[in-house]
Each structure stands twice: as C-alpha cells, then as structure tokens.
C-alpha cells in the first residue's frame, strides 16, 4: 500500500473520531466541518492506490463512495430523509454490482451453500416486522432499502472463494457493519432516539465504508 493512502486513511480516522466527538458533544452546525469530508477522502485514498488498475470494479467503488456522500449531506439536512436513503439505496446498488462483477473460475461460498445466506434474510425479515409499526408512511422505502442492503450483505458473503481470504473477511466484516449500521439508524430515527445508538451508527458506518474500500484495495493488487 502507497505512503499516500495510509496517510489518507489516517485523516479519514482522525476525521471519524472528530465526528464522534463532535457528536456526543451535540455539536451540529460544526459537523459541516467533519462528516461531508469522510467520503471524499476515502474516494481520493481509493483513487490514489488503484488509479493504474482501472477497470469497470475500479468505478462501481468510487460511484458507491459518492453516493454514499450524498447520502451524508442529505441526512444532516432538515426534510430530506428520503433523498438522503435514496442516494444510500444508490450505494448499495453499485456495490452489489461491484460484488457481482468480481470474476473467478471458482464459484462463490452462496452459490456453494447457499443455506449460509439464511440468516440474513430471517434478519432482515424480523428487523422489518419490528420495525413496522414505527414506519408510517415509510413502510414502502424502508422495506425496499432492508431488502437491498440485506442483498449487498449477501453478495459480499459470496465474494468468499471469489478473491483473496483476506479480501473476503474485509468484504464481509465491512458489509456486515453497514447492515448493522443502518439498522441502528433506523432504531435510532423511528423509535428511540439515544446519544450511544447515535455514536454507535457512526462508528459501525465508517469502520464498514473503511473495510469495504480497504478490501476493494486488495482485490485491485
């Protein structure tokens, strides 16, 4: 890995735990300053390592990375909730793509056993079934956007056999944090709003966003 890259995903860390502290501090306006700066930085750090290994895989990432921005700035807005989890469902989408593009000869662990992928589809279904009677009128969105993530969960889970092991626990560990990421979220927006469930969402979000580019590094090598 580049001199560069590893000072970059420093400042994305040093900028996760500003954020954290920014948050449990309650200081909003100043966020501005933190939380829309964690994406680009993993863009540019994402960028920078594999920029002479472009190919189709190289820009499902950085279009995953932007969205997931939008998805930021769009969230810390007033009203804009839905445009905020669009631009996310946006993410996840160019991240199961960039999942199901991975070529190998070897098939991938789900389509080995595919009983592995069981679990996450009960979770999601009883997440969901929990979950409804806080949604209202989001029922719809909400069940649509459980649904994707629960996919890309289940396609990082594939990656398995596909690419290096090490590449493979990166994948899974940083989709599974997403997963649990936005549950907490949802938790947190829908039924009850708390200080650690706030910090944890951050937490979990950057530790996956940070996994998945980490291990989409790898497979670019």
């Given at each position: 890995?580049?001199?560069?890259?590893?000072?970059?995903?420093?400042?994305?860390?040093?900028?996760?735990?500003?954020?954290?502290?920014?948050?449990?501090?309650?200081?909003?306006?100043?966020?501005?300053?933190?939380?829309?700066?964690?994406?680009?930085?993993?863009?540019?750090?994402?960028?920078?390592?594999?920029?002479?290994?472009?190919?189709?895989?190289?820009?499902?990432?950085?279009?995953?990375?932007?969205?997931?921005?939008?998805?930021?700035?769009?969230?810390?807005?007033?009203?804009?909730?839905?445009?905020?989890?669009?631009?996310?469902?946006?993410?996840?989408?160019?991240?199961?793509?960039?999942?199901?593009?991975?070529?190998?000869?070897?098939?991938?662990?789900?389509?080995?056993?595919?009983?592995?992928?069981?679990?996450?589809?009960?979770?999601?279904?009883?997440?969901?079934?929990?979950?409804?009677?806080?949604?209202?009128?989001?029922?719809?969105?909400?069940?649509?956007?459980?649904?994707?993530?629960?996919?890309?969960?289940?396609?990082?889970?594939?990656?398995k056999r596909k690419v290096s092991d090490d590449a493979a626990v990166?994948?899974?560990?940083?989709?599974?944090?997403?997963?649990?990421?936005?549950?907490?979220?949802?938790?947190?927006?829908?039924?009850?709003?708390?200080?650690?469930?706030?910090?944890?969402?951050?937490?979990?979000?950057?530790?996956?966003?940070?996994?998945?580019?980490?291990?989409?590094?790898?497979?670019?090598?």
């Open positions: 890995m580049k001199r560069t890259t590893k000072r970059l995903f420093l400042i994305f860390w040093i900028l996760a735990i500003a954020e954290l502290l920014l948050i449990y501090f309650h200081q909003t306006s100043t966020r501005w300053f933190t939380k829309p700066l964690l994406m680009p930085v993993l863009m540019i750090a994402f960028y920078t390592e594999s920029n002479t290994k472009k190919g189709g895989l190289f820009y499902f990432i950085l279009l995953a990375l932007f969205f997931s921005w939008a998805g930021d700035v769009f969230l810390m807005m007033k009203n804009l909730f839905i445009p905020g989890l669009i631009s996310f469902l946006l993410a996840h989408v160019f991240y199961i793509i960039y999942f199901l593009q991975i070529k190998n000869t070897k098939k991938g662990l789900l389509q080995f056993q595919p009983l592995i992928g069981l679990p996450v589809i009960i979770y999601i279904a009883i997440f969901l079934w929990q979950l409804y009677p806080f949604l209202d009128a989001l029922k719809i969105p909400v069940t649509v956007y459980a649904i994707t993530i629960g996919t890309m969960l289940l396609m990082a889970i594939n990656t990166l994948f899974f560990n940083g989709a599974l944090q997403f997963v649990i990421s936005d549950s907490l979220l949802a938790v947190n927006l829908f039924a009850v709003n708390n200080i650690i469930l706030s910090l944890c969402v951050m937490l979990t979000y950057c530790s996956a966003q940070y996994l998945i580019v980490k291990a989409a590094v790898l497979n670019a090598d």
